[in-house]
């Protein structure tokens, strides 16, 4: 039998290759074109709307629900896999050395999203809290500081089962979080070593109160099995990932929108592409989140122009990206071929879905214009949002489908 450290270097070296061999798709050239377009275009927005910034915006409020819940959501990534519990769980005394190792790699990789997000914050952490590079970095030493006590209570919260002690911690370091990291960025470092004894006292109780507890599993097990599962629906938006688990929910609320699709045989692939776009988290949510982002940013912009057509463009083809894997939905079904004239409807069909999402996600984009901003700025921005969803799903999108289907067939 392999020793722990040999399984641990096994486990880690078989999840990075399989997630570098995802990124090669997902990070591929196009989209890489198109981000540091974005982000080209994305910088220059963002300096000339910290050069008109009030007084008395609130960014320190805003930086600090931003980290809280980056660190709230902390665990720790311990790559169990669902036969563990039977050939793991005999030699449990002895994988405390495993476990270490799981919390050292949790703590390296996911530090990258505290870094990242500083990063982009620091222009305006700069300007509204007058910081410079000395407190950047006592800020950033605090914040990781702050990352490891999240997640040391995420394990130690790992050894319950009672959903009032999860609720209960989730809510107390929530609170905990919020007043540390808002005293981090408004430099009242008093305050900050006050709640960094408390934050201790509190992982010591817990440290002393698990001792006694076994570890968890089943549970383990599902939330790992549920962090590896997220990442393929995202690996999944841009190729095929075998290993994904698809779920539906009924949503039976959205039934009368399935309703205007006519009856008729020529419909089928209408029919069921809106009801898999319905019934599926990995669209239906895509859509739901991307819209409500998209929306809170724009609630943000100024009545510029370019900014907000900048945002609603960009939010739309981020949608309309990760949204074009519904056209393979029912690529093993055999049963629409019963109907002759369902295979030539399908990509039309398909099209037809994806532009109606598109075009109410962009005219929900220009009525946040409007409420913010005026009837002109709303005017403008409604017709190159609906110019640019015609042209990508008409013009791009068909383009591409047609494409691969001959290639399918030469």
């Known amino acids: ?85 039977v050939f793991l769980l005999p030699m449990e005394y002895r994988l405390k050395e495993y476990f270490q190792k799981a919390f050292t790699y949790s703590f390296i990789s996911q530090s990258f999203f505290v870094v990242v997000p500083l990063i982009l914050f620091t222009p305006l952490f700069f300007k509204a809290a007058d910081a410079n590079g000395r407190i950047l970095l006592i800020s950033l030493f605090l914040l990781l500081l702050v990352k490891f006590w999240n997640l040391r209570m995420s394990w130690r919260l790992g050894f319950y089962t009672e959903a009032s002690a999860k609720w209960g911690d989730l809510l107390v370091r929530l609170a905990l979080n919020m007043c540390v990291i808002f005293f981090i960025f408004s430099q009242q ?53 075998p290993k994904l688990k698809k779920q539906a929910k009924r949503r039976a609320y959205l039934d009368p929108v399935v309703n205007w699709v006519k ?49 609603s463009l960009l939010f739309v083809f981020l949608t309309g990206i990760q949204i074009m894997s519904l056209y393979k939905h029912f690529e093993l079904l055999e049963l629409p071929n019963l109907y002759p004239n369902a295979e030539k409807r399908k990509l039309s069909s398909f099209l037809k879905i994806i532009f109606n999402v598109l075009l109410i996600q962009g005219v929900i984009y220009s009525l946040i214009t409007l409420r913010l901003s005026n009837l002109i700025l709303f005017v403008e921005v409604l017709i190159a949002t609906a110019l640019f969803v015609y042209l990508f799903v008409y013009g791009y999108m068909q383009g591409r489908m047609k494409k691969k289907e001959k290639d399918v067939f030469s």
């Open 1 to 85: 039998m392999k020793n722990v450290n040999e399984i641990w270097q096994t486990r880690l070296h078989q999840h990075i290759n399989e997630t570098r061999s995802y990124l090669k798709y997902m990070l591929n050239d196009h989209l890489l074109f198109v981000f540091i377009f974005l982000a080209a275009g994305g910088a220059l927005t963002y300096q000339k709307w910290l050069e008109t910034l009030s007084p008395d915006f609130p960014a320190v409020l805003i930086m600090t629900v931003t980290f809280a819940f980056i660190m709230v959501t902390s665990s720790v990534r311990t790559l169990l896999k669902e036969a563990d519990i």
């Open 263 to 311: 009856y008729s045989q020529e419909n089928v692939y209408e029919y069921l592409f809106l009801r898999a776009f319905i019934r599926s988290g990995d669209y239906f949510g895509i859509v739901v989140r991307l819209t409500i982002i998209g929306c809170v940013i724009l609630s943000f912009m100024n009545n510029e122009l370019i900014g907000n057509i900048a945002v």
């Open 189 to 241: 470092y008093v305050f900050v070593l006050i709640l960094l004894v408390i934050m201790a006292g509190y992982d010591a109780y817990f440290s002393s109160a698990v001792k006694k507890k076994a570890l968890k599993w089943e549970q383990l097990i599902t939330r790992e099995e549920e962090k590896r599962q997220s990442f393929y629906k995202l690996a999944n938006l841009f190729t095929d990932v």
